[in-house]
């Protein structure tokens, strides 16, 4: 990279675009002044400035290609003198350019523009290595996500046509390709009403203490980790080896409880064996670090992003998540939850949160409306910290028993993007913690008979989310 090949290409750009009325807009989409050459005082440079003023006569109903407009803008913001008066405009147009080329002189400034940034930031890290005073975690934190951001300005323009995303839809129904992405929970109930869980969507989960958010957030994480994919899961509330203890209770068919209290016969434990193989090339990683920020948990998720690749994020839960100091609660929910839509835009994800309800949403029916059907269940207003979460997220399902000892769980699916909205009752399909439809037999009423009893049957665990 060398100043002559930048100031070359920004003059080119500057030519066409005061040659060429059309190619301002095409400039426009993809470079901005910034792009431009600073100065040795880091100021915006002189071709910045030009740029600047053009963009400054077309918003302002003007023609650019007309130079007298331009040098009046210059003149008005008193920079005529800083970008080399009118001898170096003239010498801007004294060298003809191809004009149609304004986009390629465009992404390549921009391409020389990032450039600076990326050598800038690694400058800037290489004098901060011998502070002590800062974590090396905190270091590595800022230095990916600046590198993420200078990525995301790489990736040029986000503007398609809407031909081009129909031709995507057409390649998407015809199951020719996996345009859209994404991944299912294994629940048939969740899955008829949410169908896929795109990338780049946000779902909350969201529930008061103790009545399954945890459970049904680990049960869809398990089933699109056995079923190939790579999940990023933070528990930010238990520790990894009780999310092991539900995992294989559920694919063993012994009860997670008698695992963790080591209440189990031998055969037990030969179950519990024969079920860890099926999690030996499972994508599953648990990150149960009590400590974490939206900062940390975008940077893990980009690192794994880059090591492997990606399926699903899991946050469990949101309202644990480490908040900076200063802004009150609120406020600082309302960034994390924008930091998680964020995420999930930016590792092209699915990204999962659980929440909890809040008090007016906690009393077990006390106070609130009730719907058609005479039941009185927390609704989107309920959500706790924030009204951003239910404004970020693209879907939420908020679970409720009106007391905890109730056999059934309602499944309320308050926002959904691609389907509707509407009630389905569940039960866990005890011993395990798995959700499954109330009507669903259970473990024991699903015993295959005698003759089967050698077979692969698809129980202790299947992956439909049923067993």
């Not at 050459?37 to 006569?57: H, N, Q, S, Y």
């Not at 390629?104 to 002590?132: C, I, P, S, W």
């Not at 008061?208 to 089933?223: D, E, F």
């Amino acid at each position: 990279m060398t100043l002559d090949l930048s100031e070359d290409l920004e003059t080119a750009l500057l030519y066409s675009v005061l040659v060429d009325r059309n190619q301002i807009h095409a400039a426009r989409s993809i470079v901005s002044p910034d792009d431009f050459t600073k100065t040795a005082e880091k100021m915006t440079g002189p071709r910045g400035r030009i740029f600047a003023a053009l963009c400054d006569v077309v918003d302002a109903g003007g023609d650019h290609t007309d130079v007298t407009q331009l040098v009046s803008r210059l003149r008005e913001c008193d920079e005529l003198v800083k970008v080399g008066g009118l001898r170096a405009i003239a010498r801007i147009i004294d060298v003809p350019r191809k004009t149609e080329n304004a986009p390629t002189y465009a992404r390549k400034v921009r391409e020389l523009a990032n450039r600076r940034r990326f050598e800038a930031l690694l400058r800037q890290e290489m004098g901060k290595v011998g502070d002590h005073s800062q974590s090396l975690d905190s270091a590595l934190d800022r230095v990916l996500n600046e590198a993420a951001a200078l990525r995301s300005r790489s990736n040029g323009e986000s503007l398609v046509s809407i031909y081009e995303a129909g031709l995507k839809v057409i390649d998407h129904v015809s199951g020719t390709t996996d345009t859209a992405g994404g991944v299912y929970s294994g629940i048939p109930a969740v899955d008829e009403c949410f169908g896929i869980f795109g990338n780049g969507t946000l779902t909350t989960i969201a529930a008061r203490t103790s009545i399954g958010k945890s459970g049904l957030c680990l049960q869809i994480a398990n089933h699109i980790a056995l079923t190939s994919g790579r999940v990023l899961y933070f528990s930010l509330e238990m520790a990894a080896i009780e999310l092991a203890f539900r995992c294989l209770g559920n694919a063993s068919g012994v009860c997670s409880q008698q695992i963790a209290n080591r209440a189990i016969e031998p055969e037990d434990r030969a179950l519990l064996v024969e079920a860890l193989k099926r999690y030996e090339d499972a994508g599953l990683m648990i990150d149960d670090s009590p400590y974490q920020t939206h900062g940390s948990i975008a940077t893990s998720a980009k690192r794994m992003q880059a090591d492997g690749g990606l399926d699903a994020v899991f946050v469990d839960h949101i309202g644990l998540v480490t908040l900076p100091t200063g802004p009150r609660r609120w406020e600082a929910m309302a960034d994390v939850s924008r930091s998680m839509k964020r995420l999930a835009k930016e590792v092209d994800v699915p990204v999962f949160i659980a929440c909890q309800i809040n008090r007016q949403g906690d009393g077990q029916g006390k106070g609130r409306p009730k719907d058609d059907e005479g039941e009185s269940r927390p609704r989107l207003s309920h959500l706790a910290d924030s009204a951003s979460i239910e404004a970020d997220s693209d879907n939420v399902l908020i679970l409720h028993r009106d007391r905890p000892s109730d056999s059934t769980t309602t499944f309320g699916f308050e926002k959904v993007r691609n389907g509707q909205t509407g009630h389905r009752r569940m039960r866990m399909d005890l011993p395990s913690t798995w959700f499954v439809d109330v009507d669903a037999p259970t473990r024991q009423q699903a015993k295959p008979h005698e003759e089967f009893l050698g077979y692969d049957t698809g129980f202790n665990g299947a992956s439909n989310g049923s067993f």
